[in-house]
């Protein structure tokens, strides 16, 4: 979800307006999920890396963080949604954690699933994936993908990256294998559940061949 502080600069608003429009955008999406045949999303709201941002920023997000997970909670359960979270998110604020963890508890049933990255970063989560699979014997592809964070989750199919950034930025590195991309310059804040739309139309032409012919 990249694009934020750029919708925000163009209309010489605060970066923070920014993230409250991606929030906005997010909800929006999640709510159209129904009408799609998408199984899981997953959103990629805060890199191991986003540390790095000053701080006021990161305050900013883990806020938003909090207030969507206690705005939004009671529309997860009532559409069916299950939650699921990637990436080192224990090691969030304390409070952050609770919420997560209830609201995981809460979702537990959902058919659908909302796979959110937070403090995520794609080669610590296999790193780590690798550790497991080494103390359990053979490390294989098979016993690697087993401990990833995406375990419980279908295969990825599709990977959107908005903002007109054409990079992984350390996301789903192992996921990608054979995903399909898309790389638009549509900026989160701005990117629709029309846009998602037309990223699953354009999916469906794309001809899948897994190395195959
Ligand atoms: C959102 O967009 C990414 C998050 C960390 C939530 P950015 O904040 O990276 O926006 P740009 O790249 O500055 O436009
Ligand atoms: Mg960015």
Redesign the pocket.
């Known amino acids: 979800?990249?694009?934020?502080?750029?919708w925000a600069k163009a209309r010489h608003l605060p970066?923070v307006v920014?993230?409250q429009r991606?929030v906005e955008a997010v909800r929006k999406l999640v709510r159209s999920l129904k009408d799609t045949p998408i199984e899981c999303l997953t959103l990629y709201?805060?890199s191991s890396e986003?540390w790095k941002r000053p701080e006021d920023e990161v305050d900013d997000?883990m806020n938003m963080m909090r207030k969507f997970i206690k705005s939004d909670l009671p529309e997860f359960i009532a559409n069916d949604v299950k939650l699921h979270i990637l990436g080192d998110w224990r090691g969030l604020a304390p409070d952050i954690v609770a919420l997560l963890d209830d609201a995981l508890a809460q979702t537990a049933k959902g058919k659908r699933t909302l796979a959110v990255a937070l403090n995520y970063g794609s080669q610590h989560e296999i790193a780590r994936a690798a550790t497991k699979a080494a103390a359990e014997g053979e490390i294989t592809a098979e016993s690697i993908e087993r401990h990833l964070d995406t375990a419980p989750l279908p295969p990825l199919d599709l990977l959107i990256r908005t903002?007109g950034e054409v990079r992984l930025s350390n996301f789903l590195l192992w996921q990608c294998a054979y995903a399909e991309m898309i790389f638009t310059d549509v900026l989160?804040p701005d990117f629709t559940p029309a846009h998602l739309n037309d990223a699953l139309e354009e999916f469906a032409r794309r001809e899948r061949r897994y190395g195959g012919r």
Request: positive net charge.
């Open positions: 979800m990249d694009g934020n502080g750029r970066r920014g993230h991606g709201a805060f986003n997000l903002s989160w």
